[in-house]
């Protein structure tokens, strides 16, 4: 079961640089996030995709953009990296069917660093 | 503003005993909470969830007790073992003025158990 996954683990950027980070899940499910984690901190939200074709901005979502490419795949891009989000980035997704509550399910995160 | 928080950073328990972490929300319109477990490296893992019309929900091996008089939530580990070594974090779901549903995460609980 692959779950939620994402891809770089581990990226290194120069201040000013672009990237994209990419995240797949096959749950089918409906909604899909990106967080951020810093030292010793909880998660907070970039932003969220309640379903394919739509996005909504989140606690922190400064500097960033995202893309509902389809059902599976929600990606983060960088489009101008500061030092300021050298960060843990987390993508998640849930099943949110109607009004019900469902938990959201983790990959393993991408960790990045800008120079 | 309402957040979600922790009462201790750090719980250091011996192998075999029960572990009680706790949690306190003050946003009184959440209406759902999870359980997550983080491992060093990964992302985090759904533990349990509870719905606020319930007081008490059991797991394997777990209990989250959700008191909303005094707007508190634990999580009890019953014969904490090496493999439950991790942080903890609490998340409350509450649904904003647009409908979308938000999840807010407290800053974690490191549990460390003793051999």
């Known amino acids: 079961n692959a779950g939620v996954t994402q891809t770089p683990k581990f990226q290194v950027l120069k201040t000013g640089q672009s990237m994209t980070l990419q995240c797949a899940q096959d749950?089918?499910?409906?909604?899909m996030y990106w967080y951020r984690q810093d030292p010793g901190m909880g998660l907070r939200l970039i932003y969220y995709?309640?379903?394919?074709?739509?996005?909504d901005k989140g606690e922190v979502p400064n500097g960033y953009n995202v893309s509902r490419l389809n059902k599976r795949e929600f990606s983060l891009r960088l489009e101008s990296a500061a030092p300021s989000q050298t960060s843990v980035y987390f993508c998640?997704?849930?099943?949110?069917?109607?009004?019900?509550?469902?938990?959201?399910?983790f990959g393993d995160g991408t960790r990045l660093s800008i120079l | 503003g309402e957040s979600v928080g922790l009462h201790l950073p750090t719980l250091s328990v011996q192998e075999g005993d029960n572990s009680i972490i706790n949690c306190a929300y003050s946003?009184?319109?959440?209406?759902?909470f999870i359980w997550y477990k983080q491992e060093s490296g990964k992302g985090p893992q759904f533990i349990i969830d509870?719905?606020?019309?319930?007081d008490k929900r059991q797991g394997q091996r777990v209990t989250v007790l959700l008191n909303k008089t005094v707007k508190h939530l634990s999580l009890q580990i019953a014969a904490t073992q090496p493999g439950d070594s991790a942080v903890y974090f609490c998340?409350?779901?509450?649904?904003?003025?647009?409908?979308?549903?938000?999840?807010?995460f407290g800053s974690g609980t490191r549990l460390q158990v003793q051999p």
């Open positions: 998640a997704s849930s099943l949110d069917q109607g009004n019900s509550n469902q938990p959201q399910h």
């Open positions: 749950m089918n499910h409906n909604s």
């Open positions: 995709s309640a379903s394919e074709g739509t996005t």
């Open positions: 946003n009184s319109a959440s209406d759902y």
């Open positions: 509870i719905r606020s019309n319930m």
């Open positions: 998340a409350e779901n509450i649904r904003g003025d647009t409908g979308r549903r938000a999840l807010t």
